[in-house]
């Protein structure tokens, strides 16, 4: 749900404390305007961070393992900008298309977002997630990272030996009334 | 008391019985309602402001990977007024699609999230679709060049081909003979004013 901003009321997109710091407004000059950004691309001061990572056991081949799967909590939206995912163990070729990772919510890709449904490769590592382009999240929404075995693959899936399969998904939620009214896709 | 009144007598104010609600399709006549979900064969076709609408059927057409999401865009003809979704899907094993619909002229999503499959075209499931969702209070796009963006999110496991089809009313830009004024936009190239005149016509 989305709040009309009242007369009066603080402008939620400017930071007052940067606004007010001597050395970013020097007194007697002329107040420079904080840049702010809207929420879903700088973490407004009321951000929340997301940080989740998990590993799971390659599953059977045919088979998907939900490695992390977390409901984004009530009252806040957010944007996924960081992921990770890798492969432990032998077995698998990059990008062979053995092993495909997705990145869902609510069981399906995020709207307007449609590779992360189909990962072929190990994206960055745990240790060291990469930007992506990224999606945003709404409050209740289940966002999920799976790994499937994939029959389909040239080596007909990857026969299961202890490997590990990981993931993290690093990002960040605000209150969803800082959205604004202009917001409608 | 209720039959002292001198006017308004009829009228619950608790119910539509008496209120028009679809004024362009004109699909409920405003006597027995509940009886007449559709017109038959009325001697008395839509006339006046309704004259030249025609029956449109704006249909997309999604070939959507596994768990994946696509996007279209449609330019409706003029007058286009939505009174009707249906929908169609080769798999419906976990619930067929999610369907989001905005109208991008005004900037309003007509829906906030999703809309499942069943929701959004009727009670569905393998094979084939079942019944459409008719809308009690039409929705009008008659913003100049108003187009409808749509959102669909494949649900299956599998290549899913979805085809979702919005029926309205809408006011066909090659009439030959157009009763209505033209978009404050002004006149389309294919206005009757600016068409050459051809033998067959």
Same mark, same amino acid.
């Given at each position: 749900?989305?709040?009309?901003?009242?007369?009066?009321?603080?402008?939620?997109?400017? #930071?007052?404390?940067?606004?007010?710091?001597?050395?970013?407004?020097?007194?007697?000059?002329?107040?420079?305007?904080?840049?702010?950004?809207?929420?879903?691309? #700088?973490?407004?001061?009321?951000?929340?961070?997301?940080?989740?990572?998990?590993?799971?056991?390659?599953?059977?081949?045919?088979?998907?393992?939900?490695?992390?799967?977390?409901?984004?909590?009530?009252?806040?939206?957010?944007?996924?900008?960081?992921?990770?995912?890798?492969?432990?163990?032998?077995?698998?070729?990059?990008?062979?298309?053995?092993?495909?990772?997705?990145?869902?919510?609510?069981?399906?890709?995020?709207?307007?977002?449609?590779?992360?449904?189909?990962?072929?490769?190990?994206?960055?590592?745990?240790?060291?997630?990469?930007?992506?382009? @990224?999606?945003?999240?709404?409050?209740?929404?289940?966002?999920?990272?799976?790994?499937?075995?994939?029959?389909?693959?040239?080596?007909?899936?990857?026969?299961?030996?202890?490997?590990?399969? @990981?993931?993290?998904?690093?990002?960040?939620?605000?209150?969803?009334?800082?959205?604004?009214?202009?917001?409608?896709? | 008391?209720?039959?002292?009144?001198?006017?308004?007598?009829?009228?619950?104010?608790?119910?539509?019985?008496?209120?028009?609600?679809? =004024?362009?399709?004109?699909?409920?006549?405003?006597?027995?309602?509940?009886?007449?979900?559709?017109?038959?064969?009325?001697?008395?076709?839509?006339?006046?402001?309704?004259?030249?609408?025609?029956?449109?059927?704006?249909? $997309?057409?999604?070939?959507?990977?596994?768990?994946?999401?696509?996007?279209?865009?449609?330019? $409706? +003809?003029?007058?286009?007024?939505?009174?009707?979704?249906?929908?169609?899907?080769?798999?419906?094993?976990? !619930?067929?699609?999610?369907?989001?619909?905005?109208?991008? *002229?005004?900037? $309003?999503?007509?829906?906030?999230?999703?809309?499942? +499959?069943?929701? *959004? !075209?009727?009670?569905? %499931?393998?094979?084939?679709?079942?019944?459409?969702?008719?809308?009690?209070? =039409?929705?009008?796009?008659?913003?100049?060049?108003? +187009?409808?963006?749509?959102?669909?999110? /494949?649900?299956?496991?599998?290549? /899913?081909?979805?085809?979702?089809?919005?029926?309205?009313?809408?006011?066909?830009?090659?009439?030959?003979?157009?009763?209505?004024?033209?978009? =404050? %936009?002004?006149? $389309? %190239?294919?206005?009757?004013?600016?068409?050459?005149?051809? %033998?067959?016509?």
């Amino acid at each position: 749900m989305r709040h009309a901003r009242h007369l009066g009321q603080e402008d939620p997109y400017i #930071d007052t404390a940067t606004a007010a710091d001597p050395v970013i407004n020097p007194p007697g000059l002329a107040p420079a305007q904080p840049v702010t950004k809207p929420v879903w691309v #700088d973490p407004p001061n009321q951000w929340l961070n997301i940080d989740q990572i998990a590993y799971g056991l390659l599953p059977a081949i045919g088979a998907t393992v939900v490695i992390i799967s977390f409901p984004v909590p009530i009252g806040y939206n957010g944007v996924i900008n960081r992921l990770a995912c890798n492969f432990v163990g032998g077995g698998w070729v990059e990008g062979s298309g053995d092993v495909i990772w997705k990145v869902l919510v609510n069981g399906t890709a995020p709207p307007a977002a449609n590779s992360y449904n189909s990962i072929p490769a190990s994206l960055g590592s745990p240790a060291n997630p990469v930007p992506i382009s @990224g999606f945003r999240v709404f409050e209740n929404q289940v966002v999920t990272i799976a790994a499937f075995n994939n029959p389909a693959g040239p080596d007909g899936g990857i026969v299961v030996a202890g490997q590990r399969v @990981g993931a993290r998904l690093m990002g960040f939620l605000y209150p969803r009334e800082l959205e604004g009214n202009g917001l409608w896709v | 008391m209720a039959n002292q009144r001198t006017t308004g007598r009829g009228v619950d104010l608790y119910s539509l019985r008496h209120v028009q609600q679809n =004024p362009i399709a004109r699909m409920l006549p405003l006597s027995r309602e509940q009886a007449m979900v559709y017109r038959h064969g009325e001697p008395s076709p839509p006339a006046g402001h309704l004259d030249g609408y025609a029956p449109s059927w704006e249909v $997309v057409t999604f070939v959507i990977a596994p768990q994946g999401t696509a996007q279209a865009r449609v330019s $409706v +003809q003029r007058d286009f007024t939505l009174l009707a979704v249906n929908t169609a899907s080769s798999s419906n094993v976990s !619930g067929g699609f999610l369907g989001q619909m905005f109208d991008v *002229m005004r900037s $309003v999503r007509l829906a906030d999230r999703g809309l499942q +499959q069943a929701l *959004m !075209g009727g009670n569905q %499931g393998p094979p084939g679709p079942s019944a459409a969702f008719f809308l009690r209070e =039409p929705y009008p796009f008659h913003e100049h060049d108003s +187009q409808i963006l749509i959102n669909v999110q /494949n649900l299956e496991a599998v290549q /899913n081909a979805v085809q979702i089809a919005l029926y309205g009313v809408c006011l066909p830009f090659n009439r030959r003979h157009s009763p209505a004024a033209e978009f =404050p %936009g002004g006149p $389309v %190239g294919s206005a009757p004013e600016k068409r050459p005149t051809t %033998g067959n016509q």
